[in-house]
Antibody, heavy 124, light 113 residues
Framework: QVQLVESGGGVVQTGRSLRLSCAAS????????MHWVRQAPGKGLEWMAT????????YYEDSVKGRFTISRDNSKNTLYLQMNSLRADDTAVYYC?????????????????WGQGTLVTVSS | DIVLTQSPDSLAVSLGERATINCKSS????????????LAWYQQKPGQPPKLLIS???TRESGVPDRFSGSGSGTDFTLTISSLQAEDVAVYYC?????????FGQGTKLEIK
């Protein structure tokens, strides 16, 4: 069955960097676009970024553009989110999420499977 | 950006009664080329990730009880739970995947009356 396991969260100071990972299993990772979605404590869901199956195409939400970088290593079945210049309002649970259709891009970008999330706390 | 506005923000319904949650989009999310509405519904229980309930505005995911249904087109959408069960207590979100940035509604908290 599909499994997505995020890691790399923790407490970090304002302005510092952190890299999140999402280890995927149970499906052909290299065939699916992937996403990062975050949720601040007690708040709603916010889409962050997406990457195509081969890693050649990426889109970002405006508030993280230029600070966050989504990437993937298909040989390791792992998705990444490099987060730089972290701010207090980046504090959230970060989820990786998988789309339902293989070999598609910007077609059906809803989230069929989610990881359990990893908490990032940005503190001064 | 497409803004999704859910109503109400919270809702209390008696067990066995109908619950209705609305989601209004700031622009049409219906692609006329394929006649599909690019809207999904999720359920999130405390301490858990969201769970996909419905895609394409009205297609229920495998394993989702048939008391959950989605309807609507264009800019106005509805999630209906026909007979509320105790396990349906959760926050519900709509999401548009018509265009980036993909956006969610603010959420509707559903409780038992």
């Amino acid at each position: 069955q599909v499994q997505l396991v995020e890691s790399g969260g923790g407490v970090v100071q304002t302005g510092r960097s952190l890299r999140l990972s999402c280890a995927a299993s149970g499906f052909t990772f290299s065939s699916f676009a992937m996403h990062w979605v975050r949720q601040a404590p007690g708040k709603g869901l916010e889409w962050m970024a997406t990457i195509s199956s081969d890693g050649s195409n990426k889109y970002y939400e405006d508030s993280v553009k230029g600070r966050f970088t989504i990437s993937r290593d298909n040989s390791k079945n792992t998705l990444y989110l490099q987060m730089n210049s972290l701010r207090a309002d980046d504090t959230a649970v970060y989820y990786c999420a998988k789309v339902p259709y293989s070999n598609s891009w910007l077609y059906a970008e809803y989230f069929h499977h989610w990881g359990q999330g990893t908490l990032v706390t940005v503190s001064s | 950006d497409i803004v999704l506005t859910q109503s109400p923000d919270s809702l209390a319904v008696s067990l066995g009664e109908r619950a209705t949650i609305n989601c209004k989009s700031s622009q049409r999310i219906l692609y006329t080329s394929n006649n599909k509405n690019y809207l999904a519904w999720y359920q999130q229980k405390p301490g858990q990730p969201p769970k996909l309930l419905i895609s394409w505005a009205s297609t229920r995911e495998s394993g989702v009880p048939d008391r959950f249904s989605g309807s609507g087109s264009g800019t106005d959408f509805t999630l209906t739970i026909s007979s509320l069960q105790a396990e349906d207590v959760a926050v519900y979100y709509c999401q548009q995947y018509y265009s980036t940035p993909y956006t969610f509604g603010q959420g509707t908290k559903l409780e038992i009356k």
